[in-house]
């Protein structure tokens, strides 16, 4: 089961330049996020999509744009690196049935993407 | 504010023994929910428990439980049987009224648990 996928899993940047960060999951869920996480801190959220079609701002959107290509893909696009975007990227994805007990509220994460922005 | 705090830095136990990592919570909001995630060395994320506020039992997970004390606001996570393999880094994140998402989680600063043997 792959779960949540995300590429690359290690990239340097130099001030200035753009990447794209991938993010794909395989388990059919509605809603997915990037977080970053700096050293010392807990993860803050940075852009979400609650659905397909939609995204919306987190806590810390500042310098990024994200697309949701389809269900599948959630798409973190760096236009000009900052040395504050040095940080560990994680996707996830969360399943937002509607149950009784609403116990399917977990997040997936993926292993990460450590990006370096010099 | 702060909505999530772990006031541990760092946390040292013996293995086989149990330990308590603390958590305090703020919101205004009735519905809400409370997470514990396991990071590991390698990276990683792993969902450990989960409690809500409506819940009338405190949640357990095999030798997890989580020690929820509504009017204090406080969530703590008791590891039972301590393992080497639980050495990590533990954080407690909220999900406030979900509206649209329900991933839309806070996160604590967290704590690093090492298990001694």
């Known amino acids: 089961n792959a779960g949540v996928t995300q590429t690359p899993k290690f990239q340097v940047l130099k001030t200035g330049q753009s990447m794209t960060l991938q993010c794909a999951q395989d388990?059919?869920?509605?809603?997915m996020y990037w977080y970053r996480q700096d050293p010392g801190m807990g993860l803050r959220l940075i852009y979400y999509?609650?659905?397909?079609?939609?995204?919306d701002k987190g806590e810390v959107p500042n310098g990024y744009n994200v697309s949701r290509l389809n269900k599948r893909e959630f798409s973190l696009r760096l236009e000009s690196a900052a040395p504050s975007q040095t940080s560990v990227y994680f996707c996830?994805?969360?399943?937002?049935?509607?149950?009784?007990?609403?116990?399917?509220?977990?997040?997936?994460f993926g292993s990460g993407t450590q990006l370096s922005v010099l | 504010a702060q909505k999530i705090t772990q006031t541990q830095p760092g946390m040292f136990v013996q293995e086989k023994e149990a330990v308590t990592l603390d958590c305090t919570y703020d919101?205004?909001?009735?519905?809400?929910?409370l997470f514990w995630y396991k990071q590991p060395s390698s990276g990683e994320m792993i969902f450990l428990i989960y409690?809500?506020?409506?819940?009338?039992q405190n949640a357990t997970e095999g030798r997890y439980s989580l020690n929820f004390q509504k009017a204090r606001k406080s969530a703590n996570l008791v590891i039972s049987a301590s393992q080497l393999g639980d050495s990590a880094m533990y954080f407690c994140?909220?999900?406030?009224?979900?509206?649209?998402?329900?991933?839309?989680?806070?996160f604590g600063q967290g704590t690093i648990l090492t298990v001694h043997p």
């Open positions: 919101t205004s909001d009735p519905s809400y929910g």
């Open positions: 994140a909220m999900r406030e009224d979900p509206g649209t998402s329900y991933g839309k989680l806070t």
């Open positions: 388990m059919n869920h509605n809603s």
């Open positions: 996830a994805s969360s399943d937002t049935r509607q149950s009784v007990s609403r116990r399917f509220e977990k997040l997936f």
């Open positions: 409690q809500g506020s409506y819940d009338q």
């Open positions: 999509s609650a659905s397909e079609g939609t995204t």
